[in-house]
């Protein structure tokens, strides 16, 4: 999978899509930091999800940034997403490969090297982290730390997503220790202080 080192931010979507949403994403991807934006909708309806779906897929296809569907595998092929992120207790990869072929799909690995070596054989196109902090977007389950991301380093070249209360102050040593790209969530559309523009400008 070939990445742009500049856009490391893997965007996720908040659980609920606003009117204001589609605006504000555009002008978040605009800034070129994006390289990953997650459809992640738990609560709304397959056709809900699909209307939310098409418009956000086009202006992610606006600003070259790939979009990928949470869970989903039905849904990644109906809107023939750039591809999905799979759970460990959501459908397996070779199932999902046959739904929507050479498409990207990541893999949660929770704080596992057991999993993400599982992941690598499966030719996962990327294995996800976490929780590194601790987050207002998920209840946290599994703790990561620094270490699991050299360790992961040193058996893969595979891309590493980190997950988990990423912000302004605490994103930079996860990129220093090699995790390819952020998945951030709440620090960008829940910040209490600063709008998503704002917020995705303090991420350099």
Known sequence: MKFNRKKFIYLISPLKINKSF???????????KVGFFQLRLKKESFKKKLIIGKKIKKICKKFDVK???????YLAKKLNADGCHLGQKDMNIFEARKLIGNKIIGITCHNSIRLAKIA?????????FGAFNSSKTKRIKYKASINLLKKA?????????????INSSNYQKLLLNKANFLAISG?????????????????K
């Open 67 to 73: 979009f990928l569907v949470n869970d989903d595998v």
């Open 153 to 165: 380093r040193k058996i893969t070249k595979t891309a590493i997503v980190a997950i988990g209360g």
């Open 22 to 32: 589609h605006g504000d994403l555009a002008n978040v991807l605009k800034q070129k």
């Open 120 to 128: 690598i054989n499966n030719k996962a196109d990327y294995l996800a």
């Open 187 to 203: 620090y960008i559309w829940n910040n209490k202080k600063l709008k998503p523009v704002q917020a995705i400008e303090k991420l």
